[in-house]
């Protein structure tokens, strides 16, 4: 899944002084991620053994006699073009999508749901540097670094990234950057790198306005946004009135003691854009009923309106939780600054997203006769594990030969 796209990567380090190729490099980068050890530093400490040197040497192709210094590794990330390690990890998820791996996944058994959401990378007291966003707060200005991601998410809580966009000042500008203006220049790379990939966007409310919802018709997007009644308030009354002229567009379901009501709505209107609406009341007993409410760009009807609620809109929270939250409080230290270079800072989130990436196929995957969580405790103590493993067991080069040119399919637990 990696080889080639490694192989791909430009180097710009003085060729006559290189010992570490550019893909040993990421492999390590990519393992200190996947192992969790929470600082560069660290990968000294915890792979220098005859096992994880031969292990990295294994998975790299290489020949080298000791651990790249991270030092090493800062020097190569520093140089490198976020954009092209950010193709390595579109490659990766170019290869599950050919595969048909996530074929059962999708949402009316055509389309894949990617949710979009923006979070925090870094914060700083001091400017970092001329990209810096800036916020007052108390009375002191605090800079800070924010990503737009793009994840394809899953019932079963896969969040696989599929697209980055960094939000960040430019030189000069008068007006900061922000989410929504980074989701505008990301829209057309992702449907550039996907052209003809059928898919789901799962948005929140701040995207519910005309702008959006022109560019995602323009791209060949369908859509589902949460919708609140702030967002467009004539169209949010118009649902409230007309739903009572269609009394048959209900639905009642219970699931064990959890009661959800569902009412849908087709053709409403905003600034001559149609789009439709769907609503879901879920009533908990001992907690008061929660109203979930999204605009669609999909017909619902009777058939399908739990499927849109249950595996599309609630699913968008994939990417909170199962995909920063894990990544933020979950030890890969997301916010952690690994590096002070905005160009190396960009990389190593980029190398969190391909570590995650590869960590969930190994523990959604039916690998395993029962959940990580359940035989290893936490999905923390079974990255512990893998390290444990690799630093003490040399994975010999004809297993690895063997495990790399099988036909094998991933297969995912879909519970």
Same mark, same amino acid.
């Given at each position: ?209 005309? %702008?959006?919802?022109? /560019? !995602?018709?323009?791209?060949? =997007? ?5 919708? *609140?009644?702030?967002?467009? &308030? ?112 960009? %990389?190593?989130?980029? /190398? !969190?997203?391909?570590?995650? =990436? ?5 523990? *959604?995957?039916?690998?395993? &006769? ?46």
């Amino acid at each position: 899944m990696l080889g080639k796209s490694l192989d791909a990567l430009p180097d710009f380090r003085n060729s006559e002084l290189r010992v570490y190729p550019a893909r040993h490099l990421v492999w390590a980068g990519i393992l200190l991620f996947l192992f969790r050890l929470g600082a560069r530093r660290r990968l000294r400490f915890d792979l220098s053994s005859p096992a994880g040197i031969a292990n990295l040497n294994r998975l790299a192709g290489t020949d080298l006699e000791a651990i790249p210094h991270p030092d090493t590794l800062l020097y190569l990330l520093r140089r490198l073009p976020p954009d092209d390690l950010g193709l390595v990890r579109s490659e990766m998820m170019e290869t599950l999508l050919r595969s048909r791996a996530l074929e059962s996944f999708r949402l009316r058994g055509r389309l894949y749901t990617i949710a979009a959401d923006g979070t925090g990378m870094l914060v700083f007291h001091e400017r970092h540097c001329e990209h810096c966003l800036t916020q007052e707060h108390h009375g002191r200005t605090i800079y800070y670094h924010n990503v737009l991601e793009m994840k394809l998410v899953t019932p079963n809580g896969l969040a696989l990234s599929i697209a980055t966009e960094f939000i960040e000042n430019t030189d000069g500008a008068t007006k900061q950057d922000c989410e929504l203006a980074a989701f505008y220049r990301l829209i057309p790379k992702l449907r550039k790198r996907f052209p003809m990939l059928p898919i789901c966007l799962l948005l929140d409310g701040l995207y519910l306005n005309q %702008n959006v919802l022109s /560019l !995602l018709a323009k791209h060949r =997007l369908d859509y589902i946004i949460t919708f *609140k009644e702030g967002s467009l &308030p004539t169209a949010y009354s118009e649902f409230q009135a007309l739903h009572q002229l269609t009394p048959n567009q209900t639905l009642h379901r219970q699931t064990g003691a959890v009661e959800q009501a569902f009412r849908w709505l087709n053709g409403l209107v905003h600034e001559a854009i149609p789009f439709n609406a769907f609503e879901c009341v879920e009533t908990v007993p001992g907690k008061k009923p929660t109203t979930f409410f999204w605009a669609t760009s999909l017909t619902v009807t009777e058939k399908n309106v739990v499927e849109l609620s249950q595996n599309g809109g609630r699913c968008r929270w994939k990417i909170e939780n199962e995909g920063f939250n894990t990544q933020k409080n979950g030890g890969y230290n997301l916010t952690h600054a690994y590096s002070e270079n905005e160009t190396a800072a960009k %990389n190593f989130y980029l /190398l !969190l997203q391909i570590a995650h =990436l590869l960590a969930q196929l190994v523990e *959604k995957s039916r690998l395993f &006769p029962r959940p990580v969580a359940v035989l290893f405790g936490s999905s923390r103590a079974f990255a512990r594990r893998l390290l444990e493993a690799f630093r003490n067991v040399a994975l010999t080069a004809e297993r690895l030969h063997d495990i790399l040119t099988a036909g094998y399919q991933v297969r995912f637990d879909t519970s």
